[in-house]
């Protein structure tokens, strides 16, 4: 293309830099519309890939066609497939009705894949059937569709080093790689860093109805030489701010006042694609761990909860004061403040709780503790023809009639959590 071709499309699709290599991803984009193949965007986050899907699907012979833009890495790994290929009705919970995925829906048009490094792997082997022979199958279906459908994709992750530490599926990747266009990032666009400020301080200032921001020498050099870590939308960013916040307009800004601008935003040392994150990392078990901790509290706590309810309900039977005489020492913890639950002193640490007497997590002792409440539950049902079920629901049902069905104030009046009481509710079906 010559350079009047590449400025018409970078006018019609709000493109501002002259850099060689934004001009050869144009050229790229440009050429590669007009067939089906499939291409594969790369570049770091914020560099501005989107533009390029819509310019390969506006100039294709799909442009009268759907164009949608998903985020992979946005979809829960659980709804991914009925998102793209749909569902059957009562193919999972949940599922009333069925319902058309994305591939069906946007036939005869493009999809943009963002962020298709976070796909699953189950997924992955589902699109790439879709790319070699346009064929899928709904979730909780066996009938094969076909769709004819476009796919480009992006990425800013290392999708080979990916494949290579087995998250990517190698033939995906040189499916998906047909063409690949390399969005360059802000720092190696060289002054169209100037053209992009110049143009967002323009639009802030007309949006803001002030006067232009205008740089001296010092503050142009300073610009040119920062990384932009988050290319143009923190150029962007900054571009706002400074056209909000300085009110001196009739001199130019100059680079120490630049300079505060830039540093609080502490740039990246990293350059090129970030790796993929991997699953296996000392934090992400850390994390499991201290979420093992944080259920075992929740048990402690939920016991003490249903100590309270059975004692409740026992105070008011006829036989529950002498349950309570015999299993006294059952009933005196309820009293007592609740420990904090902390990760192993290995790790660093942080409270799961507000800070109060802290010890270590006695698993046996919730084995007992289990063991004694269902002695209770047991003894209580013996001396009672109704179940402590049905003492329990009549409890609740008989507090929220005295509280006018306000759950805050019924479960103060049975002495247990507004949570506790909701799940209650849920259980017994109780009808508010």
């Known amino acids: 293309m010559n350079p009047t071709e590449i400025q018409a499309i970078k006018n019609r699709f709000g493109i501002i830099g002259t850099s060689p290599a934004l001009n050869h991803a144009i050229n790229v984009a440009v050429q590669v519309a007009a067939t089906d193949l499939t291409v594969l965007i790369t570049g770091e986050s914020g560099s501005g890939k989107e533009s390029f899907s819509k310019i390969i699907h506006s100039i294709s012979s799909r442009k009268h066609g759907s164009f949608i833009a998903i985020n992979c890495g946005a979809i829960p790994e659980g709804t991914i497939d009925s998102e793209f290929f749909g569902h059957e009705k009562g193919a999972f919970t949940g599922a009333l009705d069925s319902r058309k995925g994305y591939f069906e829906t946007t036939n005869g048009g493009t ?30 279906s066996s009938k094969v569709l076909k769709t004819n459908v476009r796919v480009v994709a992006a990425t800013n992750v290392n999708l080979l080093e990916a494949v290579n530490n087995g998250r990517f599926r190698e033939d995906l990747y040189y499916r998906l790689n047909t063409v690949p266009i390399y969005v360059p990032p802000l720092r190696e666009r060289g002054e169209d860093v100037l053209l992009l400020f110049r143009k967002f301080t323009n639009d802030f200032s007309e949006k803001y109805r002030t006067k232009a921001v205008r740089l001296d020498v010092d503050a142009r050099e300073l610009l040119m030489r920062y990384e932009f870590p988050g290319n143009i939308r923190q150029l962007k960013n900054i571009a706002e701010q400074i056209t909000i916040l300085e009110t001196d307009k009739d001199l130019p800004i100059n680079g120490a006042t630049l300079n505060n601008y830039l540093n609080p935003l502490q740039p990246s040392s990293r350059k090129g694609l970030v790796p993929l994150r ?116 009549e409890m609740i049902i008989k507090a929220l009639r005295k509280n006018n069905n306000k759950r805050k104030y019924a479960a103060s009046a049975l002495g247990i959590s507004e949570r506790t009481l909701y799940r209650k509710i849920k259980q017994y079906d109780i009808e508010e």
């Not at 963002?114 to 064929?135: A, H, I, K, Y």
């Not at 913890?333 to 270590?360: D, G, K, M, Y």
């Open 111 to 140: 999809i943009f894949l963002d962020e298709v490094g976070e796909m699953p792997l189950g997924t992955q082997s589902r699109l790439l059937r879709v790319l070699e022979n346009g064929e899928y199958i709904r979730v909780g």
């Open 278 to 393: 991997q699953g296996d990392d000392s934090s992400t078990s850390f994390s499991e761990r201290e979420l093992l901790y944080k259920v075992l509290f929740d048990m402690r706590r939920d016991m003490t909860e249903l100590k309270k309810l059975v004692r409740n309900v026992l105070e008011n039977e006829k036989y529950g004061g002498d349950i309570l005489k015999d299993h006294q020492e059952l009933f005196s913890s309820i009293n007592n403040p609740e420990p904090v639950v902390s990760a192993p002193t290995s790790e660093p640490t942080r409270l799961l709780t507000p800070p109060q007497q802290t010890r270590t997590v006695d698993l046996d002792r919730y084995s007992d503790e289990r063991v004694e409440i269902e002695d209770v539950l047991h003894v209580a049902a013996e001396e009672e023809s109704l179940s402590l079920e049905d003492k329990e629901k």
